[in-house]
């Protein structure tokens, strides 16, 4: 079948899909599968995800939870803790923010804000943000 015509005839369809109701959908999809010669669950994709074009189609949005930044002074306070705590792994280190909060306290005036997002920050995210300082000690580290 020519691309031209099923592009029109999706259109075509398209239109007539959404005003349509449950039963009349099952219809219409069926003939659009004999037409087009194609899978079902195709040409269920193709009318759901509004018109045909990949320009027409809203933007996807990110799933999940938005990711936690650690700001440039939090990111001071873990590597300073980090260093002081003998380079420990990111999950230790999460339990010694807690245990050492009053010397972080102490040291670094922090605020109600930044210590909820300090004792909140995932061992990953801490992987993540030590990434860069963890290198320069690799081999220090490893032997």
Known sequence: M???FRITYLAQIYRRYQR???TLKTKI????????RCNRTYAIGKLAAGLLDDKARPPKRPRGRPAKKLTDRLLDIVKTVWE?????????????????????RKRFNLTPAEER????????????????HRQKFKKR???
């Open 2 to 4: 020519d691309k031209r």
């Open 20 to 22: 349509a109701g449950k």
């Open 29 to 36: 999809l069926n003939e659009l599968c004999k037409v087009c």
């Open 84 to 104: 002081k705590a003998h380079y420990s792994w990111s999950v230790r280190l999460k339990v010694l923010f807690r245990l050492w909060l009053p010397w972080i």
């Open 117 to 132: 997002v300090l004792l909140s920050v995932s061992p990953s995210t801490i992987d993540r943000a030590l990434r860069a």
């Open 141 to 143: 580290l490893d032997g």
